[in-house]
């Protein structure tokens, strides 16, 4: 059979036999009774994702015993689970694919050098289920220079008090300290500013996802009425006035006069090269260092528990829409961007992107209305919403030695020399 439920693996025991792991889809376990007794709530709720090289894994240790183990549980639930074909992606895994699987050397080996290529990835660690950042990007240097400049500068809203730094604070993780950010008259918003280090790793851009790539939300909040307030007009016109400006630009695009899509254009690009390689965590990855061994067991713990069911890819986040709340619903409060506002569709109620990890030390306070400064608080209001569980002090701490060595290099771009220096003297007082 072919599941079209999320599959899903956690601990059981039947016929007084411990079975360390059974696999199957999630409403299965959530309402499976063996015989002696229930499967615990906390095993239930704490449902991972099975990626497909852990299924392999898993297969491969098997032993006929532990396959015998297995039929017998099946039988007992003919309409539940299915243990002995699981399917993923619409592929089926069976004992005899198993048996012809692991005759297929040549191919893991090619795959495996590929990763460790492409990746720098130790081979060791090739199949881990995360990637370090590279520790270079390709950017355009003098264009990201000048969006330097201007995403340091106040000249872009209204009352010339607040630029884009005030918000994505490069002192401070590249988010907003504040639990909302303050923008022109200040007018006080109600969403987060979530980090700008690493955003160029984001699928989509804001908490609701609105903005496709950099350079559309780069237009979001200057054009906004309660962060800056200006129009496309008004800012060609104030930059069109400054010798300074004219000349870089002209410097960058050819041109003696400046366009609003240069602006935005000049900002991502800056906002592409701040990237910050080099983590602990990367370079554990790349087999260059060890973790201690609490940041280790932090590591194993936030795999076991499912926190890398949402956490995952490069940046670690930033690559899906979740929900918050998922098996202890939370109060959904109509003030905030999540995904419904933009769908209407209900499903998406209390749905965001989920956000980076990348950095969390540095990127309090967190979720998307700032309500937790203290990552220990943040952890435990997580495990229980998505998690449906109750960390201990034992596990929150070492999940938190584990996200600590997430913390990486400043940005190089940040200390690049500008062509332009007089562009990123203290800005005179406002108007």
Not at 60 to 65: D, E, S, V
Not at 319 to 337: A, C, H, M, T, W
Request: charged residues 20%; aromatic residues 8%.
């Amino acid at each position: 059979m072919f599941l079209t439920k999320p599959l899903v693996y956690a601990p059981c025991s039947t016929g007084g036999q411990k079975i360390r792991y059974i696999l199957g889809p999630a409403d299965d376990f959530m309402n499976h009774e063996n015989g002696n007794e229930p499967v615990p709530r906390r095993c239930c709720s704490a449902i991972r994702a099975f990626p497909r090289h852990k299924i392999t894994e898993s297969l491969n240790k098997m032993t006929t015993k532990r396959l015998g183990r297995f039929d017998r549980l099946q039988k007992n639930h003919p309409n539940g689970l299915n243990l002995r074909t699981i399917s993923l992606y619409t592929y089926k895994i069976t004992a005899q694919a198993r048996s012809a699987f692991s005759r297929w050397i040549l191919c893991p080996v090619l795959f495996l050098g590929y990763v460790c290529i492409m990746t720098s990835v130790s081979p060791a660690l090739a199949f881990e289920p995360l990637l370090p950042i590279p520790t270079t990007i390709a950017y355009n240097r003098p264009k990201a220079l000048l969006g330097r400049a201007l995403f340091s500068d106040p000249i872009l809203s209204l009352d010339k008090t607040i630029s884009c730094a005030s918000c994505h604070d490069l002192n401070q993780g590249g988010s907003d300290p504040a639990p909302c950010s303050t923008g022109v008259k200040s007018q006080q918003g109600v969403m987060q500013s979530p980090t700008v280090f690493n955003s160029v790793f984001n699928f989509r851009q804001f908490w609701d996802g609105r903005a496709a790539d950099l350079k559309d939300q780069v237009k979001g909040p200057i054009e906004s009425e309660i962060e800056m307030q200006m129009t496309p007009v008004l800012v060609e016109q104030r930059l069109n006035n400054s010798p300074d400006y004219l000349r870089a630009f002209r410097d960058v695009y050819g041109h003696n006069s400046i366009k609003f899509d240069e602006v935005t254009d000049a900002i991502a690009e800056f906002e592409k090269a701040l990237i910050t390689p080099n983590s602990r965590f990367d370079r554990f990855l790349r087999g260059e260092i060890a973790l201690s061994s609490q940041e280790n067991e932090g590591y194993l713990l936030f795999k076991e528990l499912g926190c890398i069911t949402c956490h995952n890819g490069l940046n670690m986040g930033g690559n899906s829409f979740q929900k918050l709340g998922v098996l202890n619903p939370v109060i959904r409060d109509e003030r905030y961007n999540d995904r419904f506002k933009l769908t209407l569709n209900e499903r998406d109620l209390s749905v965001y992107k989920v956000p980076t990890l990348r950095n969390i030390e540095l990127t309090s306070p967190y979720f998307h209305d700032g309500s937790k400064k203290d990552l220990h608080d943040a952890l435990k209001i997580m495990t229980f919403h998505n998690l449906g569980m109750d960390l201990t002090n034992k596990e929150n701490n070492q999940l938190v030695a584990f996200l600590h060595t997430l913390t990486g290099q400043s940005p190089e771009i940040l200390g690049i020399p500008s062509a332009w220096p007089e562009l990123e003297q203290p800005p005179s007082p406002p108007e």
